[in-house]
């Protein structure tokens, strides 16, 4: 079946400009979840739904950057006038129960801000 | 200290070889816990799953040592394609969304 998917694969962006990451979890998972990826770092959290709710968006490091799944299904991350520090891969997972659960990760899309 | 701390490595073995990562926690509530394989340039994909005292899925053997606080996994006959950086993952405690990843540890096996 198919996996997590995510949308562009890579994005290269000016400093100011605004981007949008798209996610499409596995049909049927109830919880999705966004990470950040530097390089020889592994995921740190950003945001986790379950269905539609954002229930917890601790990890978004500043108001620049909103993430909505307003159908439970797919999933925007935003990040607004973007700075060099924001270049990283951005991961989406999703997972079929919880939080606790497993997850199943999307290829990402790397980001580059010049 | 970080909540999810790993030895960075690299660690580089000859194939058939032995090797142990472990990976230490903060949170003393932590229930579960999952190893992830991720290859360069490629998003992590799960390997194991650990709930209780262990798990082993053929040459991988996960173990969960709840008085220190830490989890290893064993790979025994390393092979080529088992090249990769393993991260551990706590989950949260409660609903919130939060998993903690280490920062992984980079393992190469050489022929």
């Known amino acids: 079946g198919a996996g997590v998917s995510q949308s562009p694969r890579y994005k290269v962006a000016k400093r100011g400009q605004d981007v949008a990451l798209r996610c499409d979890p596995i049909?049927?998972?109830?919880?999705l979840f966004w990470y950040q990826q530097a390089l020889g770092q592994g995921p740190e959290f950003l945001t986790y739904?379950?269905?539609?709710?954002?229930?917890?968006k601790s990890g978004l490091p500043s108001d620049r950057f909103f993430a909505e799944r307003p159908e439970g299904s797919v999933s925007t991350l935003k990040i607004q006038r973007t700075q060099q520090e924001d270049s990283a891969v951005y991961l989406c997972?999703?997972?079929?129960?919880?939080?606790?659960?497993?997850?199943?990760f999307g290829p990402g899309t790397r980001l580059t801000v010049l | 200290r970080k909540e999810v701390e790993q030895d960075p490595g690299p660690f580089n073995v000859p194939e058939g070889a032995t090797v142990a990562f472990n990976c230490t926690y903060s949170?003393?509530?932590?229930?579960?816990f999952f190893w992830y394989r991720q290859d360069c340039r490629k998003e992590p994909k799960l390997l194991m799953s650990?709930?209780?005292s262990g798990n082993e899925d053929g040459r991988f053997t996960a173990q969960l040592n709840r008085a220190s606080q830490y989890i290893s996994l064993l790979i025994r006959d390393s092979k080529l394609s088992d090249s990769a950086t393993y991260l551990c993952?706590?989950?949260?405690?409660?609903?919130?969304?939060?998993?903690?990843f280490g920062d992984g540890t980079t393992l190469t096996v050489k022929p």
């Open positions: 949170n003393s509530a932590s229930q579960s």
């Open positions: 739904f379950q269905n539609e709710a954002q229930l917890d």
């Open positions: 049909s049927g998972h109830v919880s």
């Open positions: 650990v709930y209780s």
């Open positions: 997972a999703s997972s079929f129960g919880t939080a606790y659960n497993e997850q199943f």
């Open positions: 993952a706590v989950p949260p405690n409660t609903n919130a969304g939060k998993s903690t």
